[in-house]
């Protein structure tokens, strides 16, 4: 007896099948010859034949017999199925006792075989059109019943193992049939609806296929049009390649393709067209990839600040500080700088020196006057006209990834219904936000984190304090005399002599000619009205020049009132004469620094108080402290306050006037007044006062002090608290002055001669 196992085969009565010898070998202990009887036994699970054991085999098998051997195969005919009883498996042998398991005949053999010729024209309708076919048709034809059908096409049809199983062990031969037809048809249409799945697919891929390789072709012939006719390329080609070239991330390379195939629908005539193109102009059009790190030389980079800027000791300091700190750690690092200062004191133009010593772009972002938070953030393309922001357009122009931003005028931002566009650059300044900033008009993140951002305002006043949390104020006082001299020697002159095409040596502008402009022509705290005046004097010298009137022009200060045709500007002076009551204070302005007298009178009334000079409400208040320290201070002339109305003026009345430094000067005012006392002309003070008669710290002294220098003034008082301030004020300005530090109105006094 030959035991056979298998886990899936199925094997019904009365079918003929072809085994290879080999195969009958290994289960045989002996030679093979016709009419050895062979059992085979279905599997519970898949094994290996060394695994099975007894209770791994179903419990109804097939019997069969071996009719012919030929070479190297033998054919076996299924005779009926038995049941196994006593099953024993030892090393790989089977052995098992083996009883008959009749059919019960409950079908008429006319019906089945009926069924059986359904069941083959079914199964070679199904298969008449595939390549399977045209070999098999013949052996299905050959087919005798419904078993050999049922039996060589369920391996076929993936008829599943417990089906296989069941149809083998059914007694009634009506179920059996039933169920083989079932299985049969159920599979053949598993089958159909996978065939015609994968027909369907390998349709769709031969589409794909072609389509792809349509598409590859017309790549390449375009690719050959455009190297042969390059003015000929068409936008969508052109931005096919910038998409590629431009080293995108994945959410703008998206973004970018998404608004290509709305382009390439849209077609030239289309009415988003432009807008269309507009976006993937601008996008394409940055710079995407990480710029490589340059290295930076410390030393090349404090040569190009002292070459372009005279002064600013502690400002260029403050920058090679963050330069360092970006050397050491390879990428931007450090605070948000916000340089503030008066106009023309240099702002903006360091930022291009610090452009050019660390090597990278540089790009201004003018903010003045900006009240639609689209400005900074973008309008959304759903609006007709929309823009980028600011930021990212000026990202565009530098060319680069990582260049110097100088924002400049971030004080004179505007809130209104528009939005808070000073709100939106607090995601721009941030380093924890800026690396995916996102520009509404180009809907996707950009990164920020690489731009060195430089801030320029006139006052911190109007800067909202999250705002101004994010930078480093850093200040830029006015220049003296002296640092505007060797600025206007250093680099006016020379350039707006270039810039009007005169020679070296056709233009001579004396020394004490360039003081008198300073002096004369100029009020201000920078240098920008100084070198509108050297450009003025540059274009007449080119008027004589051009005109043959002269090869060398020699400018003097004799010259000057007609060069420039305009007179001398008249500066504030101390006065000559000593007169009680009036005493000189000092004042800051946009411009710079300015005396400011402050004049008192007493006249015949009924204790009133009379302000004049377009005093605002901070001065107001200053002059009702002062008025209250002098009664504490003298109470013995209590009674000139009630028995005369006060008048207290500060000239140049139609200059509107307000701030908390005036306080000092009003109250020594006022005491030089009741006591009778003048003040020497060449004292002058700044600070505001508490009614404890406490000096309180004031701001921009550096330009206060310059101020008194310009105007003749000896002495200075300056509050206690703004000692420290003194570092930054010109050191020839405090070696002209006396700056005398006080805590106490009443030291003021005592110094001033009053007390």
Not at 26 to 45: C, P, Q, Y
Not at 63 to 85: K, N, P, Q, Y
Not at 480 to 502: D, N, Q, T
């Amino acid at each position: 007896m030959i035991y056979i196992t298998y886990y899936n085969m199925l094997s019904l009565p009365d079918v003929s099948c072809y085994f290879q010898l080999d195969y009958l070998k290994r289960h045989s202990d002996k030679e093979i010859s016709a009419g050895d009887k062979v059992i085979f036994m279905m599997l519970k699970s898949e094994k290996k034949e060394s695994e099975v054991t007894a209770a791994d085999i179903y419990p109804v098998a097939t019997r069969g017999t071996i009719e012919s051997i030929g070479d190297g195969w033998a054919l076996i005919r299924t005779l009926g199925r038995v049941s196994l009883d006593s099953v024993s498996v030892n090393n790989g042998t089977f052995n098992a006792e083996v009883r008959s398991r009749s059919d019960i005949e409950d079908m008429d053999p006319a019906l089945i075989d009926e069924k059986f010729q359904s069941m083959r024209s079914a199964l070679l309708k199904t298969f008449k059109d595939t390549e399977w076919l045209p070999g098999s048709r013949n052996t299905i034809m050959r087919w005798t019943n419904i078993n050999e059908l049922v039996t060589f096409s369920s391996t076929l049809l993936q008829i599943s193992n417990e089906d296989k199983y069941a149809i083998l062990e059914e007694d009634s031969l009506r179920c059996r049939v039933e169920m083989m037809e079932k299985a049969f048809y159920e599979s053949l249409e598993l089958y159909k609806v996978n065939s015609e799945a994968r027909s369907a697919e390998a349709k769709s891929n031969e589409q794909l296929y072609r389509e792809q390789a349509i598409k590859r072709q017309i790549s390449f012939l375009e690719e050959e049009l455009d190297k042969m006719h390059p003015e000929n390329i068409t936008d969508v080609r052109k931005f096919e390649k910038k998409i590629a070239d431009s080293g995108m991330n994945e959410i703008a390379r998206a973004e970018a393709e998404k608004v290509l195939n709305r382009m390439r629908q849209e077609g030239k005539d289309g009415h988003e067209y432009g807008m269309l193109y507009d976006y993937l102009d601008f996008v394409t059009a940055l710079v995407w990839k990480k710029e490589k790190v340059k290295k930076i030389d410390l030393k090349t980079a404090e040569k190009v600040l002292d070459s372009e800027h005279y002064g600013l000791e502690k400002t260029k300091r403050r920058i090679i500080e963050q330069i360092a700190v970006m050397a050491l750690r390879k990428k931007q690092a450090g605070s948000i700088l916000l340089f503030v200062g008066a106009p023309g004191t240099g702002k903006t133009s360091i930022g291009q020196s610090i452009a050019k010593a660390l090597k990278r772009s540089y790009v201004r972002v003018s903010l003045g006057g900006i009240r639609d938070e689209a400005e900074i953030r973008g309008h959304r393309r759903t609006y007709i006209g929309a823009m980028p922001g600011r930021i990212m357009d000026g990202i565009r122009r530098s060319g680069s990834s990582n260049p110097v931003m100088v924002l400049d005028e971030v004080d004179k931002l505007v809130r209104d219904y528009g939005g808070d566009p000073s709100s939106a650059l607090l995601e721009v300044l941030d380093p924890e936000q800026n690396a995916t900033f996102t520009d509404h008009y180009m809907n996707v993140p950009y990164d920020l984190s690489d731009v060195l951002f430089v801030c320029t305002a006139n006052s911190t006043d109007t800067i909202p304090e999250p705002l101004l949390n994010r930078m480093e104020v850093i200040s830029f006082p006015g220049y003296s005399a002296l640092e505007k001299f060797e600025i206007a020697k250093r680099h006016l002159l020379p350039k707006a002599m270039e810039k009007a095409g005169i020679g070296k040596r056709n233009l001579v502008l004396s020394d004490e000619a360039i003081k008198s402009i300073i002096s004369d022509y100029t009020m201000e705290a920078g240098v920008r009205t100084l070198k509108n005046r050297l450009d003025t004097i540059c274009r007449m010298a080119a008027v004589k020049i051009v005109r043959g009137e002269s090869k060398r022009v020699s400018v003097g200060p004799e010259d000057l009132r007609d060069l420039l045709d305009m007179s001398p500007i008249r500066h504030d002076r101390i006065l000559e004469e000593k007169r009680a009551g009036i005493v000189t204070g000092l004042a800051w302005t946009a411009a710079g620094g300015e005396i400011l007298f402050i004049e008192t009178m007493f006249t015949k009334g009924e204790g009133k108080l009379v302000i004049t000079g377009q005093l605002g409400d901070v001065m107001k208040e200053s002059v009702m402290i002062a008025v209250s320290l002098v009664k504490s201070l003298f109470p013995d002339k209590a009674d000139l306050f009630k028995e005369n109305d006060l008048h207290v003026h500060v000239p140049s009345g139609a200059v509107p006037k307000d701030g908390p430094s005036a306080g000092i000067t009003l109250t020594v005012a006022l005491a030089s007044l009741v006591s009778g006392s003048p003040v020497k002309s060449s004292y002058a003070m700044t600070g505001e006062v508490s009614l404890r008669g406490a000096l309180m710290p004031i701001g921009g002294l550096a330009e206060k002090l310059m101020a008194a220098e310009r105007a003749g003034v000896r002495e200075v008082f300056i509050p206690e608290e703004n000692t420290d301030d003194l570092k930054d004020v010109a050191e020839a300005t405090r070696n002209n002055l006396k700056i005398t530090p006080v805590h106490l109105v009443t030291d003021v006094l005592k110094n001033v001669g009053i007390l």
